[in-house]
């Protein structure tokens, strides 16, 4: 067995999950529980919080009978300090320190989005590319330059998960409403929506709320779902290509929960097919928020010896440029 095994906690929003990784890179668990708001409504952050508390130790018992190991067994823990809800990062933060304590471990604080970049590269053959890095909470174009991640565009107001969250719930569509927004778009038409790209960054609230206004208008769910992801995703392939060039890499990853959506991939993919570039997609199982993503990346910070640039538990707004990073 390998000499180093990490635990790792994600509990930025909807999710509760720990991971379990070894050095070797292989994962050894990844279990989890989803906060799931009620039909119409976002997440309601002291409700996420108390259910994370209330299936953290479940969570945990699943997650090391899953991978056959006991707490003795564990050799660090890691988890997610940021970005994230403040009142679930913290249940995270306080189950991770108190597990620590009990078992004498050390602990790593562990950056959201370079959890999902790290582990999108280690579950595809990826080496130096493009991360489009897509969620409920983020929407980055992100290479390595140098000793860090640097954002080369990003959204200038909500992701574009939260977007297809805050239409879905117009809709009346359980969460998280991407994968709804996806299935009604297979059936739907073309109407004109807001195109907004300013140089590498992206704009969605206009978006949002020109698709909110149709629905409001008697235009069908299909044909607002499809021309949302026709909008939204030409303006992501743009971008992305234009990161591409910039930086003449010949490699894209789709990382992060919006990663799993398949006309996203397609159209990258054909924007990449066209300059002689590969397009890579973090398996759907790590896609969304999850514990594996953390444990690995807890495994890489404590063999490169990398410590948090903040003393605090959490970092609300922690950004990932911000942040000095071995290239793994």
Not at 64 to 86: C, F, R, S
Not at 226 to 236: G, H, K, R, V
Not at 299 to 320: C, E, N
Request: aromatic fraction near 8%.
């Amino acid at each position: 067995m390998s000499k180093l095994i990490c635990l790792g906690i994600e509990s930025s929003a909807h999710t509760f999950g720990i991971g379990i990784a070894n050095d070797d890179g292989k994962i050894l668990a990844n279990e989890r529980s989803v906060y799931k708001p009620p039909i119409g409504k976002g997440i309601v952050p002291n409700d996420a919080a108390k259910f994370h508390e209330e299936n953290a130790d479940i969570v945990l018992k699943n997650a090391l009978d899953k991978a056959t190991l006991k707490m003795e067994d564990i050799n660090v823990i890691a988890y997610v300090a940021g970005a994230g809800l403040p009142t679930s990062l913290l249940v995270g933060a306080n189950f991770a320190l108190n597990l620590a304590e009990k078992w004498k471990l050390p602990v790593i604080k562990v950056c959201h989005q370079i959890g999902h970049l790290e582990i999108g590269k280690l579950t595809t053959s990826a080496k130096d590319p493009i991360f489009v890095y897509l969620s409920g909470g983020n929407t980055q174009i992100i290479a390595f330059v140098e000793d860090r991640y640097l954002v080369f565009g990003e959204t200038e107001d909500i992701p574009v998960g939260n977007c297809l969250d805050v239409v879905a719930r117009e809709m009346k569509l359980p969460m998280p409403g991407g994968s709804e927004i996806e299935r009604l778009a297979k059936n739907g038409k073309y109407i004109e929506l807001p195109y907004v790209v300013k140089g590498m960054d992206t704009s969605y609230s206009g978006i949002a709320t020109s698709s909110i206004n149709l629905l409001r208008k008697g235009a069908k769910k299909e044909d607002v779902a499809y021309s949302l992801q026709e909008t939204c995703f030409a303006m992501l392939t743009e971008v992305t290509e234009r990161a591409l060039a910039h930086t003449d890499k010949k490699e894209a990853l789709l990382v992060g929960g919006v990663a799993a959506n398949k006309r996203l991939q397609e159209m990258i993919r054909e924007m990449c097919e066209g300059r002689g570039a590969k397009l890579f997609v973090v398996p759907e199982e790590y896609s969304g928020d999850q514990g594996a993503m953390i444990a690995w990346t807890g495994v890489l910070a404590h063999k490169m010896g990398w410590k948090a640039p903040f003393a605090d538990k959490i970092k609300q707004r922690w950004r990932i440029d911000e942040t000095e990073w071995l290239k793994t």
